[in-house]
């Protein structure tokens, strides 16, 4: 027995849009999102390259979508999903409180932040370790910090935080940037940042609170250690796609291998959003995808 | 009951001399994450007797965020006669709320 024509697993901008569109075609939609609708741009404060709104809250953004495809019809359950099963022409969903059954799914699981992978980050969040420049960078007005990465959010995020910081350092396990050439040149012109090439960050040491860091030159192994208040890590992020790597290819960095007609090798599967590969993962990316694997969904619905 | 805004003024009476335990609330207005946890506050206050919830400004108490080592929001920070015995950093489902408190 199915519950819903189309599950779509995340509400995020891409699950939210593809609801939209299931929607409209006349399906029935129902939406598991684990933690709240709108997923990593909620952590955005303006928004401001999305057409038709100049500036809008990614907060804002998200409630707004939220009530389309609610006002559509869609329904949205708050819940984790675990595990994908295909059973032909039945998908099973299943969900840390049940489970659900669809004759297609789409998976919009978007992405988390990755980890440095050092002993005591996680006891840390909050208490000097941060993964949002712009969401804690407040806390640290006239003190020192230090941001690891050297992708376009690290050199932005370092940026951000000369404003506000006494000192800031960037840490880069390269001797380059691949991030945009005018952020890299800013930074360099900045008095109160330091730029720590070809090093890696080895050590947290704190006590209650983060105190310093060691990093460790990948070069010669020199270690050194900075003191500093806050650590803003921003070496990229990781695709929510491991719970169901049985029934979709992954590529190397974990991300669902699907061209833009976002397929994936099981039929009645499809993906869309920061979980895909592809070459651009912005808000109006997702909300592309969203409308692509919801047209496809349905189609192939309509086809059974 | 609903979610109590609590200042400089009144946490020690809301907050550290509370008779059941406390689920504190740091946040602010221009953070997503924490609007979007606040629909779960207000419903898990709703009608609850057995522990309060308390709402805190870190722009407008800038000391207590201070004193009580906050340095990324959303914050909830679980106190019980007076101590804090649990914290969680970012935004997390409404049972895992529950559970942070109810223990």
């Known amino acids: ?304 | 009951m609903s979610v109590i805004v609590v200042t400089k003024s009144n946490f020690e009476a809301e907050v550290l001399k509370s008779d059941v335990p406390v689920l504190a609330d740091f946040n602010a207005g221009w953070c997503g994450p924490c609007r979007a946890m606040k629909p779960m506050l207000d419903e898990l206050a709703e009608g609850n007797t057995a522990y309060k919830i308390v709402s805190i400004d870190i722009d407008e108490e800038d000391e207590l965020a201070d004193e009580y080592d906050v340095s990324s929001i959303p914050c909830l920070v679980v106190f019980k006669g007076g101590e804090e015995v649990n914290r969680s950093v970012g935004l997390i489902a409404k049972d895992a709320i529950a559970e942070l408190v109810e223990g």
């Open chain 1, 1 to 304: 027995m199915f519950d819903h024509d189309i599950i779509v697993v995340g509400g995020g901008p891409a699950g939210m849009t593809a609801a939209i569109y299931a929607r409209r075609a006349g399906k029935s939609v129902l939406v598991l999102e684990a933690l709240s609708c709108g997923g990593q741009i909620l952590n955005t404060p303006d928004i401001e390259n999305y057409p038709v709104e100049a500036h809008i809250s990614g907060f804002d953004f998200s409630q707004k979508v939220y009530e389309q495809a609610k006002g559509l019809g869609a329904e949205f359950k708050f819940e984790m999903a675990v595990e994908l099963r295909d059973e032909g022409d039945e998908k099973v969903v299943v969900t840390n409180k049940g489970e659900y059954r669809a004759k297609a799914v789409i998976l919009a699981t978007g992405s988390a932040n990755r980890k440095l992978g050092v002993e005591d980050e996680d006891r840390l969040v909050g208490r000097g370790v941060s993964y949002c420049a712009t969401c804690d960078g407040n806390f640290y007005r006239k003190k020192t910090v230090a941001v690891v990465g050297g992708g376009n959010t690290a050199l932005e995020d370092a940026l951000y935080l000369a404003d506000l910081c006494q000192k800031v350092y960037l840490i880069h396990r390269r001797d380059s940037f691949r991030g945009d050439d005018t952020n890299a040149e800013r930074l360099k012109a900045r008095e109160n940042v330091e730029i720590v090439y070809n090093a890696n960050v080895t050590k947290l040491i704190a006590e209650k609170k983060l105190k310093a860091i060691e990093v460790t030159d990948k070069n010669t192994g020199d270690v050194r250690t900075i003191e500093l208040n806050g650590l803003f890590v921003a070496v990229g992020r990781v695709p929510e796609n491991n719970n169901f790597a049985g029934l979709i290819d992954l590529d190397e960095a974990g991300y669902a291998a699907s061209g833009e007609d976002c397929h994936t090798r099981t039929p009645g599967v499809f993906v869309a959003g920061d979980n895909r590969a592809k070459a651009l993962r912005q808000l109006v990316t997702a909300t592309a995808d969203g409308a692509m694997a919801a047209t496809e969904a349905v189609k192939y619905v309509n086809e059974r």
